[in-house]
C-alpha cells in the first residue's frame, strides 16, 4: 500500500494517550516509512480539552467532530454521512 490516506475514526477522548494513542502512532510511523501513507484521526470535539492533544495535533492530520450521543448503525445515520463528507472536504485541505 502506497501512497494511501488512512481515516481513523475514534470515539477517544481520555485524560491520558495510553497504549491505544501510542499503538495509533506507531502505526503511522510505520504507514509513512513503507509506502508514504499518511493518516488523519477524527475524533470527538471532548478531546479538543485533553492534555495530550496539543502536541498530538502539532504534527499530525486531526478532525474533531461532535460525539456520538448513542451508538447508531452507520448506514442509517444521514448526519454521519453528512460529518463523512465534511470530514473529506477537509482531508483534501490538508494534501
Not at 8 to 30: C, D, R, V
Request: hydrophobic share 40%.
Amino acid at each position: 500500500m502506497e501512497n494511501q490516506t488512512i481515516l481513523h475514526i475514534a470515539n477517544y477522548a481520555a485524560p491520558y494517550k495510553g497504549n491505544f494513542i501510542a499503538s495509533l502512532e506507531t502505526l503511522e510511523k510505520q504507514l509513512k516509512l513503507n509506502g508514504n501513507n499518511r493518516m488523519v484521526y477524527v475524533f470527538p470535539e471532548e478531546c479538543k480539552s485533553v492534555k495530550w492533544i496539543d502536541s498530538f495535533i502539532k504534527k499530525r492530520n486531526v478532525v474533531f467532530v461532535p460525539s456520538p450521543i448513542k451508538k447508531c448503525k452507520m448506514f442509517l445515520d444521514r448526519r454521519l454521512i453528512f460529518i463523512l463528507k465534511t470530514i473529506n472536504e477537509q482531508v483534501r485541505d490538508f494534501a
